[in-house]
């Protein structure tokens, strides 16, 4: 099976820190994503990569930058934390080819102070 | 922009029954349309992926259809059970168009109680 490990399942951070949420994928997925879920707003993308240094801003890219410099992982970036960034963060992987569809992680918590 | 509609919001119902979930979207040009469950506080897991050549998928007690004219899939559950309860959210990823490779377009999700 396709694993999708998001490296922290709850974060409390504090106003103004830089935030790293990291994933990684172990089926040489193409494609990764970043999403954030908040009640009433369903899951909005951040920001998607279909190539290792490749990137492009989802609906949502403000406060958040990304790094993939490795094919398995996707790291989403918080350069200062506000509370207005408090959400549930879901990374996906899928192939490029999209047989099997996306696999999500477990998802991150992340509460800012 | 893909829009992408769940009817209903939130559904409780009685254990054994048979359900119909749906989910519309507005761009009939897509790749494939996936099924996905999320458990409260959970990340979300892959039911089933219908692609845009295919009339339905099965797994189990879950049947997933889809009618790409129309912009309508539908997920039944049969003889439902508690186990059940939790989110159900429709998503689709529409043809390759420059930069919207690969992603998909969320529903809201229906909301599933199933009670003993």
């Known amino acids: 099976d396709v694993k999708v490990t998001q490296s922290s399942r709850y974060l409390v951070k504090r106003t103004g820190e830089k935030v790293f949420l990291e994933c990684v994928q172990d089926?040489?997925?193409?494609?990764m994503f970043w999403y954030r879920q908040d009640p009433g707003l369903g899951l909005r993308l951040i920001y998607f990569?279909?190539?290792?240094?490749?990137?492009e801003k989802g609906d949502i890219p403000e406060g958040y930058s990304v790094s993939r410099e490795k094919k398995e992982r996707f790291s989403l970036i918080l350069e200062s934390a506000s509370t207005n960034q408090t959400s549930m963060y879901l990374c996906?992987?899928?192939?490029?080819?999209?047989?099997?569809?996306?696999?999500f992680g477990s998802g991150t918590r992340l509460t800012v102070v | 922009k893909q829009e992408v509609t769940q009817i209903p919001a939130a559904l409780s119902v009685p254990e054994g029954e048979n359900l119909v979930l749906n989910c519309s979207f507005t761009?009939?040009?897509?790749?494939?349309l996936q099924w996905f469950r999320q458990d409260p506080g959970k990340g979300l897991t892959s039911l089933l992926l219908?692609?845009?050549?295919?009339r339905e998928q099965t797994s189990g007690r879950l049947n997933a259809s889809l009618d790409k004219s129309s912009g309508r899939s539908t997920l039944y559950i049969a003889a439902s059970q508690p186990g059940d309860s939790a989110t159900y959210l429709c998503?689709?990823?529409?043809?390759?168009?420059?930069?919207?490779?690969?992603?998909?377009?969320f529903g809201r999700g229906t909301q599933l109680t199933v009670w003993p």
């Open positions: 996906a992987s899928s192939s490029g080819v999209d047989i099997y569809g996306y696999t």
């Open positions: 089926m040489d997925h193409e494609n």
């Open positions: 990569s279909y190539d290792v240094k490749m990137k």
């Open positions: 761009d009939s040009a897509i790749y494939n």
């Open positions: 219908i692609q845009s050549s295919q």
């Open positions: 998503a689709v990823r529409l043809e390759y168009r420059g930069s919207t490779l690969g992603r998909l377009y």
